[in-house]
């Protein structure tokens, strides 16, 4: 089975503080994603990898940052964080036929 | 672009009520469509890929269908466990990213 994990189920932090959200699948997949949930939103696309050290903007990019040093990790970074990043953050990995996973998310709440 | 759009939105049935889900889709060169499933506080499970017009799958009380415009997720005397929301989702010939709809959230009562 496939299995993507992600460093926290929840996180509360400040706002100003730096937030490292981690993610790692255990199946090689190529492309890795992070998105954002809200409600009323549905899934945004944050920040997208097709291979290691390469990364693409996804349809909200501002006030995140990523970084993927290893085919299986792909972390997304909140340089800053703000009330207005309080979230459902996902990561997903996905098979070369398009079968995307995810992981269980993390739920952030900044104060 | 591509655009996926569901309904209904929300859907209440009785245990044993069958029932469909309708994911409608606009794309350039569909490589896949997508079901998940998705409770509440967590996140989306894979449940099937659609890959031509024509194609059925099924799994447990679930049997998603697929046409050139649509697909639907048929849901035979359904469960309260089966309540959740479920999430459709296409892969364009031109795109890196999957384009997912707003998601049917599917409530089962006893």
């Known amino acids: 089975d496939v299995k993507v994990t992600q460093s926290s189920r929840y996180l509360v932090k400040r706002t100003g503080e730096k937030v490292f959200l981690e993610c790692v699948q255990d199946m090689d997949h190529e492309n890795m994603f992070w998105y954002r949930q809200d409600p009323g939103l549905g899934l945004r696309l944050i920040y997208f990898?097709?291979?290691?050290?390469?990364?693409e903007k996804g349809d909200i990019p501002e006030g995140y940052s990523v970084s993927r040093e290893k085919k299986e990790r792909f972390s997304l970074i909140l340089e800053s964080a703000s009330t207005n990043q309080t979230s459902m953050y996902l990561c997903?990995?996905?098979?070369?036929?398009?079968?995307?996973?995810f992981g269980p998310g993390t739920r952030l709440t900044v104060t | 672009e591509d655009q996926v759009t569901q309904s209904p939105e929300a859907l209440r049935l009785q245990e044993g009520e069958s029932s469909s889900l309708n994911c409608s889709y606009t794309?350039?060169?569909?490589?896949?469509l997508f079901w998940y499933r998705q409770d509440p506080g967590k996140g989306p499970e894979f449940l099937f890929t659609?890959?031509?017009a024509g194609e059925e799958k099924e799994k447990e009380r679930l049997k998603a269908t697929l046409t050139k415009k649509e697909s639907f997720l048929h849901i035979t005397a359904p469960k309260p466990e089966d309540s959740a929301t479920y999430l459709c989702a296409v892969l364009g010939a031109g795109s890196y990213q999957l384009t997912f709809g707003k998601g049917t959230k599917l409530s089962v009562i006893p």
């Open positions: 659609l890959y031509s």
């Open positions: 997903a990995s996905r098979t070369r036929v398009g079968e995307q996973y």
């Open positions: 990898s097709y291979d290691v050290k390469m990364k």
């Open positions: 794309v350039s060169g569909l490589r896949g």
